[in-house]
């Protein structure tokens, strides 16, 4: 099960931080990524992190501007996102997978949760 909270509404240049909790998995060694999609265009890969000490993988949209790190004692992954700008605004879906490795692009996942609106708006 795959879990996100921590969206909601920021206006542009402001932050936001996204939560991410895995449950069912039997070891700390699986990847964590995070997606969004905007009213109709695509589904994008934004970032993926494996073990805690991977510094990640991110889009070229938002290199620079969002982190993830990993709080593996409560099984918690966030995503700090910052200097947001209008088009950042989707609904974010986190997701696992035991098997994948992280790499550019982001690649399929098998776990999803119900995603979170994130609106960048003034």
């Known amino acids: 099960q795959v879990v996100e909270s921590g969206g909601g509404l920021v206006q542009p240049g402001g932050s936001l931080r996204l939560s991410c909790v895995a449950s069912?998995?039997?070891?700390?060694?699986?990847?964590i990524a995070w997606f969004r999609q905007a009213p109709g265009k695509e589904r994008e890969g934004v970032s993926c992190?494996?073990?805690?000490?991977?510094?990640?993988y991110y889009a070229d949209s938002v290199k620079g501007r969002f982190a993830m790190s990993r709080d593996l004692g409560n099984k918690t992954v966030y995503l700090q996102m910052s200097e947001l700008k209008p088009e950042d605004t989707g609904v974010y879906h986190c997701?696992?997978?035991?098997?994948?490795?992280?790499?550019?692009?982001?690649?399929?996942?098998?776990?999803w949760g119900q995603g979170i609106q994130v609106t960048v708006s003034s």
């Open positions: 997701a696992a997978d035991a098997w994948v490795k992280c790499h550019l692009p982001i690649p399929s996942f098998d776990l």
């Open positions: 069912g998995f039997t070891s700390d060694y699986y990847a």
């Open positions: 992190i494996r073990n805690r000490s991977d510094s990640g």
